[in-house]
């Protein structure tokens, strides 16, 4: 059993079936031939990994998981899958929308900076708040309820995304609060389903698209073509993530071919690198209560091994302190950057 490319995005696996399949990928170790994760910083090769099955796990891992209780000892569910950001100086004292205790403020950093624009902020001033929006990789939906509920509150909100364990997330907990603002669609990005020009904004935050370093690939060219598609004339695409640095150039002249120009960016990496540093110690709880979870890790020596390979692959997918995706941020090899785009 392979974990890293093995599973599928359609699947919501239950707890019994992630036991079976954790215990699988532990005693596989006996034939394994290849080394996938690292031992030292938790860097899985692109050849060795599928992000399908990587979040099939995941998202099905944080619901199996439940509630747990952070570093400080504040209950929570996961449900925010971002790396996020500490609040920027430059925008002023603190994230309004959020609390600085709050285990997961990060991630909601994160999707309020996607609104916090000051000609953003106007288009919405101008509609009284009654903007749509639609996000092309949301996850659990967690970043949308917080933009419903807390940035955006007369907005209409569809939440988008091709793993199916991130999206009955959001119908279970997220749907049911907010009053039909808030649909749920299990639908891959480069092939949706939704009305041309039917969005003011199309949001996109920390997806997993734009990761080969310094090129725009077809399948970016195809998600980028279908958020042109769904955006209204007039409206603007928000979008914010943590990607190799030399492949916003491409991305941004692939953008500009569509029509679409560029507003405005802030390159807010060093407060990724804070907000990574603060939250080490909630990682680092969330992985033991991980690690405690499940039987597989408790079978003698292969079980220590695995539970330390499944440790540093967690803490490098959150970009913990002493990864290797942590480091990229410290060394230049990526940025984070938060970008406005207008159609015309």
């Known amino acids: 059993m392979d974990i890293l490319t093995n599973l599928n995005s359609k699947t919501d696996y239950s707890n019994t079936q992630l036991q079976f399949i954790l215990s699988a990928w532990v005693l596989s170790k006996l034939g394994e031939r290849k080394k996938k994760i690292s031992r030292r910083d938790g860097d899985v090769s692109e050849a060795d990994y599928n992000k399908g099955s990587i979040y099939s796990l995941l998202y099905s891992l944080y619901r199996s998981v439940g509630v747990v209780k952070s570093e400080t000892g504040q209950p929570y569910e996961l449900t925010f899958n971002t790396w996020g950001y500490a609040w920027p100086k430059e925008w002023g004292a603190g994230n309004p929308t959020t609390s600085p205790t709050d285990p997961q403020r990060f991630g909601k950093n994160a999707?309020?900076?996607?609104?916090?624009?000051?000609?953003?902020?106007?288009?919405?001033?101008?509609?009284?708040?009654?903007?749509?929006?639609?996000?092309?990789?949301?996850?659990?939906?967690?970043?949308?309820?917080?933009?419903?509920?807390?940035?955006?509150?007369?907005?209409?909100?569809?939440?988008?995304?091709?793993?199916?364990?991130?999206?009955?997330?959001?119908?279970?907990?997220?749907?049911?609060?907010?009053?039909?603002?808030?649909?749920?669609?299990?639908?891959?990005?480069?092939?949706?389903?939704?009305?041309?020009?039917?969005?003011?904004?199309?949001?996109?935050?920390?997806?997993?698209?734009?990761?080969?370093?310094?090129?725009?690939?077809?399948?970016?060219?195809?998600?980028?073509?279908?958020?042109?598609?769904?955006?209204?004339?007039?409206?603007?695409?928000?979008w914010g993530n943590a990607i190799p640095d030399p492949t916003w150039k491409p991305c941004y002249e692939f953008l500009e071919s569509l029509g679409m120009k560029k507003i405005e960016e802030y390159d807010v990496t060093k407060y990724a690198v804070q907000a990574r540093d603060e939250d080490k110690g909630r990682v680092d709880a969330y992985v033991d209560h991980c690690l405690r979870k499940f039987l597989g890790f408790r079978i003698p020596v292969l079980g220590n091994q695995r539970a330390h390979e499944a440790r540093m692959a967690m803490e490098n997918f959150y970009r913990n302190p002493g990864t290797r995706l942590y480091e990229k941020m410290i060394d230049g090899t990526d940025s984070y950057r938060v970008v406005l785009f207008h159609k015309p």
């Open 111 to 238: 999707y309020t900076g996607l609104f916090e624009f000051a000609a953003v902020k106007e288009y919405v001033r101008a509609r009284d708040g009654k903007v749509h929006v639609v996000e092309l990789g949301c996850g659990t939906g967690a970043g949308a309820h917080h933009v419903c509920s807390k940035v955006l509150p007369k907005c209409t909100y569809e939440a988008v995304d091709m793993q199916r364990a991130a999206i009955e997330t959001c119908r279970r907990k997220f749907v049911p609060e907010l009053g039909g603002r808030l649909i749920a669609t299990h639908a891959d990005a480069t092939r949706l389903d939704v009305k041309d020009e039917s969005a003011d904004f199309v949001a996109v935050c920390e997806t997993h698209v734009t990761e080969r370093t310094g090129v725009c690939t077809d399948e970016d060219q195809r998600f980028f073509k279908t958020m042109h598609r769904i955006l209204k004339k007039g409206g603007y695409f928000v």
